[in-house]
């Protein structure tokens, strides 16, 4: 009942009911993969924010939770993360417990209305019991406002080789990067990006992280920003370079998307989780978020996708895919023998029990294509591939309900970014969303869409069947249990 009504994602999470917005707090601790996130409990459009909170120990089961931090007389609690302080250097941990420290922004409405520019400061509560319940500090706010309005969304890493904190703050136009021994006290190091990369909105919600590549460590920012994305309204971009405690440096001045799609924004990644990195994101726009024709709920998250460097002619470039535990839900897999027909519904033979399914492939010599989703009344839903651009695709604008707002329709472009010899494409698709990777997870696109009945078939048209490897299908199992 409540996860079965239309558009009612079935391997992604959404809330029972209300909206969201960003992911927030995503840290791993005993066992638990935490995902908090901006919620409004009181209606299905944006409003006073509190922390929302779900768990998970397999990254694709979800259990929603009591709503974790409320909003105070220092105001409404905005973006920010959550750390495990194992050494307890906060003095938040009591008897031996280990605390999570949350970071976050206080965001002042009363200083808003009142046309000040310090009424975002940053903030911290602690967990003494796995995350379930919080208290806030009593000092807060740790870090104050030095006069920037748009001053907000702290991630916050241990830098082991200098033993302390960094947070990484979106400040406006740029990111400040902070230091810390304890959490409490907080020192400017550096400043990155006033002039470098997108620029068309502000930047929010950013995140630091090294990442190895042939043995060697290089380090990403992401930097989400809204408007300003390569489809309009708001996107994810990244940098890679070097961190050495103090300042970040890239490697060059590009502008880079990791999802060049409409519908994944405030993207970051989950702390603690050892080496490897994965990430996820909001699945909306804030050109529409608000406008989405969903009834209960409003807005999903992305699917959680493992992030790796890969080395693209000179530069080192960030790769998605979905992340490994993603296969738990493979029902049923098809593969698709010798070649792929013209004109044959490829999922025909898909036991139709399976609404939320995945198409694989690979591809020689470069073709363009045309994958076209459809359902009963003849929407579509289309994601291709043109040759002659080099520009993957995705069209949505017969794919359903489209004219709740103007810019929905519009046909979402991302650049060609490597072209090896053979290449994958994967994309996953559910109620309401469809996710494509491309080249390894070097070009990936978030969409949603709003069909009035599932897209039932898929087709695929392309120049010379021959040209497609091993194309399979499989269905994949709701996480709701129908
Ligand atoms: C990004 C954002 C953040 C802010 C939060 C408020 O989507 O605007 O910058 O902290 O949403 O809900």
């Keep these: 009942e409540t996860y079965r009504d239309q558009y009612r994602p079935q391997i992604h999470f959404s809330p029972a009911a209300h909206w969201i917005n960003d992911p927030n707090g995503m840290v791993y601790f005993n066992h638990t993969y935490h995902l908090f996130f901006q919620y409004y409990p009181d209606a299905t459009v944006w409003g006073p924010m509190h922390w929302g ?76 019991d796995n995350g379930i319940t ?63 990369g997108a620029h068309g909105g502000v930047w929010e919600c950013p995140d630091l992280f ?47 998307w990791l999802d060049y799609g409409p519908d994944e924004y405030a993207g970051i990644t989950w702390g603690n989780t050892g080496s490897r990195k994965i990430f996820l994101g909001w699945m909306s726009n804030w050109e529409y978020a608000n406008q989405v024709p969903t009834e209960k709920w409003r807005n999903a998250m992305t699917i959680p996708r493992e992030l790796s460097l890969k080395a693209v002619n000179n530069e080192v470039l960030l790769a998605s895919a979905p992340a490994k535990e993603l296969n738990a839900l493979t029902a049923k897999t098809l593969v698709l023998k010798p070649t792929v027909k013209a004109g ?39 994601i291709g591939y043109d040759n002659k651009t080099g520009n993957y695709y995705i069209d949505r ?36 969303s469809i996710e494509f990777f491309a080249d390894g997870g070097l070009t990936t696109m978030t969409a949603v869409c709003f ?3 599932p897209y039932t078939h898929l087709y695929i048209e392309i120049l010379k069947v021959s040209d497609i490897v091993q194309p399979s299908v499989s269905g994949l199992v709701s996480i709701h249990g129908n």
């Excluded at 990484?168 to 990111?175: E, F, P, S, V």
């Excluded at 042939?214 to 971009?237: C, E, F, M, R």
């Excluded at 029990?353 to 470069?366: I, M, S, T, V």
């Design 53 to 128: 909170h779900a768990t998970s120990t397999d990254l694709v089961h979800w259990k929603e939770l009591p709503i974790a931090l409320y909003p105070d007389s220092l105001g409404y609690i905005f973006s920010g993360s959550a750390v495990v302080d194992s050494n307890n250097t906060s003095g938040l941990g009591k008897k031996g417990k280990i605390p999570l420290v949350a970071i976050f922004t206080h965001h002042n409405p009363n200083g808003e209305k009142a046309g000040t520019n310090n009424y975002q400061n940053q903030s911290l509560a602690y967990s003494l």
């Design 210 to 256: 090294p990442l190895k590549l042939n043995g060697k460590t290089h380090w990403v920012l992401i930097v989400n920003i809204n408007p300003g994305g390569p489809n309009g309204g708001s996107a994810t971009q990244y940098f890679t370079g070097d961190f050495n405690g103090s300042k970040f440096t890239p490697r060059d001045t590009k502008t880079r």
């Design 451 to 453: 069909p009035h009945k």
């Design 344 to 382: 044959q519904d490829i999922l025909a033979n898909l036991n139709k029990q399976y609404k939320q399914y995945r198409f694989d492939a690979k591809l020689r010599n470069k073709p363009g294509f045309r994958i076209k989703l459809s359902n009963d009344e003849g929407e579509t839903m289309v």
């Design 134 to 196: 919080w208290t806030k500090y009593a000092g807060n706010p740790v870090l104050n406002n030095p006069g920037i309005k748009d001053f907000r969304d702290p991630k916050v890493m241990w830098y082991a080789r200098q033993k302390k904190w960094i947070m990484t703050l979106a400040t406006k136009d740029r990111i400040t990067f902070y230091s810390s021994p304890n959490l409490k006290k907080w020192k400017k190091e550096s400043e990155f990006g006033a002039t470098i």
């Design 397 to 432: 604008s017969a794919s359903g309900k489209t004219d709740f707002n103007p810019n929905f329709a519009k046909t979402a472009y991302a650049p060609r970014l490597a072209f090896p010899k053979t290449s994958d494409i994967h994309l996953i698709i559910d109620a309401s």
